[in-house]
């Protein structure tokens, strides 16, 4: 079954390095649609890695050397990685999409430092998984190996973004039609469509019948130009805040949570306490609240995960360095070309002896 990514570039509306679709090895609906509070205009965020051509990943095999003599088309473009293509509207589905597509060694060390969004994306919900290979299987029945306590840092370190972005006003337009609503005494509640409404039949808002007709065309195209512009931006200017960030705060939180307590991750656990917050239910006083007793909570969290040993305190490296050669051993075939070198344990032990020899010389 074709991936997501071939399907939409055979309808010619998008344009990946070539090397892409046919080497997708996972592909999955991330963002709202994943944490189950989605609604009807959600756009349908898909991400997932590729594998792409050996010699990308080992130069040497093509007898390149880095950093000496020219480049592929296709090395070039992998410097792109992650490939990403927004906007992208499919009339015939109704629905736009936004890709983002990594190489599967970008979305590894993006996975092993926690990133929260590729860490979202290993712990999708079945449903969303669109297409999946047996590296993408591999990957996903291993995807708790990635996990460790300096999620703590990664997931408060987002948190305290989206808490910033959901105060920010900064949309196209919007300060300048606040500021017009205040000189005009034009109560910040309205609605655009409350204004189109005005606008064609006049006297329909007992609000605006101080206006002159040039002031309510201006006031209309003004708001018009500022929802086009941002469809969040009527949001924020009605209730003061941008909920869609409102909500990453308190669902990083409790992702975190999770993580610390029972190593492990459901996207969807915290779904009708997230839907409360996109509806504008809670105020961003309260959320500010109640994320700073929680971030309190989490340390304590990362403490204990740390002492009990419940988590590693950072990424099992070895670990997953070694499902990244099985993952590019099944796609690739052998390794041998690639003069890949897995560690035994007595090699490992020689090393380890080693460095407590060298350690005791250098103290005589």
């Given at each position: 079954m074709p991936s997501t990514v071939q399907r939409i570039q055979k309808l010619g509306l998008i344009n990946p390095p070539s090397y892409i679709p046919g080497s997708i090895a996972y592909e999955a609906i991330v963002g709202?649609?994943?944490?189950?509070?989605?609604?009807?205009?959600?756009?349908?965020?898909?991400?997932?890695?590729?594998?792409?051509?050996?010699?990308?990943?080992?130069?040497?095999?093509?007898?390149?050397?880095?950093?000496?003599?020219?480049k592929k088309k296709e090395e070039e473009e992998h410097k792109k990685d992650p490939w990403q293509q927004?906007?992208?509207?499919?009339?015939?589905?109704?629905?736009?999409?936004?890709?983002?597509?990594?190489?599967?060694?970008?979305c590894f060390q993006l996975c092993m430092e926690n990133n929260p969004?590729?860490?979202?994306?290993?712990?999708?919900?079945?449903?969303?998984?669109?297409?999946?290979?047996?590296?993408?299987?591999?990957?996903?029945?291993?995807?708790?190996?990635?996990?460790?306590?300096?999620s703590f840092q990664k997931f408060k370190g987002y948190a305290?973004?989206?808490?910033?972005?959901?105060?920010?006003?900064?949309?196209?337009?919007?300060?300048?039609?606040?500021e017009f609503e205040g000189d005009k005494l034009i109560p910040h509640t309205l609605q655009l469509s409350e204004v189109q409404s005005?606008?064609?039949?006049?006297?329909?808002?007992?609000?605006?019948?101080?206006?002159?007709?040039?002031?309510?065309?201006a006031y209309k195209n003004l708001y018009q130009r500022t929802v086009e512009g941002s469809k969040r931006a009527e949001q924020v200017k009605i209730i003061g805040f941008d909920v869609k960030f409102l909500y990453h705060v308190v669902r990083l939180a409790l992702e975190c949570e999770q993580i610390l307590i029972e190593?492990?991750?459901?996207?969807?656990?915290?779904?009708?306490?997230?839907?409360?917050?996109?509806?504008g239910e809670?105020?961003?006083?309260?959320?500010?609240?109640?994320?700073?007793?929680?971030?309190?909570?989490?340390?304590?969290?990362?403490?204990?995960?740390?002492?009990?040993?419940?988590?590693?305190?950072?990424?099992d490296e070895k670990r997953i360095k070694e499902l990244l050669l099985n993952c590019l051993e099944e796609h690739y075939g052998s390794l041998s070309s690639a003069e890949i070198i897995?560690?035994?344990?007595?090699?490992?032990?020689?090393?380890s002896i080693k460095q407590i020899i060298d350690g005791v010389k250098g103290l005589q």
């Open positions: 709202s649609v994943s944490y189950g509070v989605s609604d009807d205009t959600s756009d349908m965020d898909v991400n997932g890695f590729y594998i792409p051509p050996k010699y990308i990943v080992f130069p040497h095999t093509a007898g390149v050397i880095n950093g000496f003599g020219s927004h906007h992208v509207v499919n009339k015939d589905e109704k629905r736009k999409y936004d890709f983002t597509m990594y190489g599967i060694v970008r969004n590729m860490v979202d994306l290993l712990f999708v919900p079945p449903r969303c998984i669109l297409h999946i290979t047996r590296v993408g299987e591999m990957v996903r029945e291993n995807r708790h190996i990635f996990l460790h306590a300096g305290h973004s989206q808490l910033h972005k959901a105060k920010d006003k900064e949309h196209e337009g919007l300060n300048e039609l606040i005005e606008f064609e039949k006049r006297g329909t808002i007992q609000v605006l019948s101080h206006l002159n007709d040039i002031d309510i065309e190593g492990t991750l459901d996207l969807e656990r915290n779904r009708e306490q997230l839907k409360t917050i996109r509806r809670r105020s961003i006083e309260d959320v500010e609240i109640w994320y700073k007793e929680k971030e309190l909570e989490l340390e304590r969290m990362y403490h204990n995960a740390i002492e009990t040993k419940r988590l590693p305190y950072g990424p897995r560690e035994d344990e007595s090699i490992r032990a020689l090393r």
